[in-house]
């Protein structure tokens, strides 16, 4: 893409002008160098603008109807009178780095809605199947007027936990009548999840839907809540039925933890404590990324991974000799 100057995606920003928008956020996921300093400068200038948003993580099981039900959710919004930005993360190839990137076409209704902005982005292979750069695409899309942020994430696992620590409200969607529900999650999850929506509960799946919710709720009377303020809630809701069973309850449910997170003071300093999170990853993968380009380790790397793979040298000797190789006056 051709760079442009800061105060054109700066503007653009501001002026919630989708097209301008969609071009900050690929210049914030371009990994060229000249690319990410121009894209650091707009975000400090952005700043200011940002922080007043609802932000909703979104993750479940596979099959539970994620992107059905952010379209469900996201049209009701827009309809009545909230901008709405989601940031569907799919998952990438481990091989290629290509992405499915097929969330716009499962969301027809809510793509094509004047208030609504969709963004799809390859997680390329982070934890999570968090975007690198979902932060700061968030960051944008509040600047740009957005109240409501979605970020879907891919599948459950302990990597999910990840979008905890950049959303408001972490929703778990699960279904019913799969068998032990609990087998397809993960506690780590579980214990970071401010809601649990059993979703598909319409037709004859109504009374799995209510067993599922039982349990679940069971499930949670064993952990004990991450915040004094709230208790993790169990529901039901249907996507598909006509007026969306439920939908806007979870909604509902998401304000009034908000509000009480607020009144609390307790939503300010969760979002300080993210600030630090996101800065202490940042600075983890950016050590990583200049160790394996640092000149010494890239003469020695393989040598010493060949005497590892013989047996030659144990990986804990192998980690230090490499670690200890850079001298102090170079560093990183």
Same mark, same amino acid.
């Given at each position: 893409?051709?760079?442009?100057?800061?105060?054109?995606?700066?503007?653009?920003?501001?002026?919630?002008?989708?097209?301008?928008?969609?071009?900050?956020?690929?210049?914030?996921?371009?990994?060229?160098?000249?690319?990410?300093?121009?894209?650091?400068?707009?975000?400090?200038?952005?700043?200011?603008?940002?922080?007043?948003? =609802?932000?909703? /993580?979104? *993750?479940?099981?596979?099959? $539970?109807?994620?992107?059905? #039900?952010?379209?469900? !959710?996201?049209?009701?919004?827009?309809?009545?009178?909230?901008?709405?930005?989601?940031?569907?993360?799919?998952?990438?190839?481990?091989?290629?780095?290509?992405?499915?990137?097929?969330?716009?076409?499962?969301?027809?209704?809510?793509?094509?809605?004047?208030?609504?902005?969709?963004?799809?982005?390859?997680?390329?292979?982070?934890?999570?199947?968090?975007?690198?750069?979902?932060?700061?695409?968030?960051?944008?899309?509040?600047?740009?007027?957005?109240?409501?942020?979605?970020?879907?994430? =891919?599948?459950? /696992?302990? *990597?999910?936990?990840?979008? $905890?620590?950049?959303?408001? #409200?972490?929703?778990? !969607?699960?279904?019913?009548?799969?068998?032990?529900?609990?087998?397809?999650?993960?506690?780590?999850?579980?214990?970071?999840?401010?809601?649990?929506?059993?979703?598909?509960?319409?037709?004859?799946?109504?009374?799995?839907?209510?067993?599922?919710?039982?349990?679940?709720?069971?499930?949670?009377?064993?952990?004990?809540?991450?915040?004094?303020?709230?208790?993790?809630?169990?529901?039901?809701?249907?996507?598909?039925?006509?007026?969306?069973?439920?939908?806007?309850?979870?909604?509902?449910? =998401?304000?009034?933890?908000?509000?009480?997170?607020?009144?609390?003071?307790?939503?300010?300093?969760?979002?300080?404590?993210?600030?630090?999170?996101?800065?202490?990853?940042?600075?983890?993968?950016?050590?990583?990324?200049?160790?394996?380009?640092?000149?010494?380790?890239?003469?020695?790397?393989?040598?010493?991974?060949?005497?590892?793979?013989?047996?030659?040298?144990?990986?804990?000797?192998?980690?230090?000799?490499?670690?200890?190789?850079?001298?102090?006056?170079?560093?990183?």
């Amino acid at each position: 893409m051709t760079l442009k100057d800061d105060q054109y995606y700066i503007d653009g920003v501001l002026a919630r002008d989708k097209r301008i928008v969609a071009k900050t956020i690929t210049l914030i996921e371009s990994s060229l160098s000249a690319h990410q300093q121009v894209a650091r400068r707009i975000i400090n200038r952005l700043l200011p603008e940002t922080g007043r948003a =609802v932000r909703l /993580g979104i *993750s479940g099981v596979p099959g $539970a109807g994620k992107s059905t #039900f952010i379209e469900s !959710l996201g049209t009701q919004l827009t309809g009545s009178g909230h901008r709405v930005a989601v940031l569907a993360v799919d998952p990438s190839s481990k091989r290629s780095g290509g992405s499915v990137l097929a969330d716009k076409t499962r969301m027809e209704k809510l793509s094509v809605a004047k208030n609504a902005f969709i963004r799809p982005s390859p997680s390329g292979g982070t934890l999570g199947g968090v975007a690198r750069k979902t932060r700061e695409t968030m960051l944008v899309c509040e600047a740009a007027g957005y109240d409501v942020i979605i970020v879907e994430t =891919v599948g459950v /696992g302990q *990597s999910e936990t990840t979008v $905890a620590s950049m959303v408001d #409200f972490f929703l778990l !969607l699960m279904i019913a009548g799969a068998g032990d529900e609990l087998q397809g999650i993960k506690k780590g999850v579980l214990e970071v999840a401010d809601a649990i929506a059993v979703n598909k509960a319409d037709g004859d799946n109504v009374e799995r839907a209510e067993r599922a919710r039982k349990q679940y709720e069971n499930a949670l009377h064993y952990l004990i809540p991450t915040s004094p303020v709230w208790t993790p809630r169990v529901m039901t809701c249907s996507s598909l039925e006509g007026r969306s069973a439920g939908i806007m309850d979870i909604w509902d449910t =998401v304000l009034t933890h908000r509000e009480r997170f607020s009144t609390s003071g307790a939503l300010e300093g969760k979002r300080r404590q993210q600030s630090l999170d996101w800065m202490w990853s940042l600075l983890e993968e950016g050590l990583k990324e200049r160790f394996f380009h640092n000149p010494k380790i890239v003469d020695r790397l393989p040598r010493i991974k060949r005497d590892v793979e013989n047996g030659e040298i144990s990986p804990t000797a192998a980690a230090d000799e490499l670690l200890f190789s850079l001298d102090n006056t170079q560093g990183l």
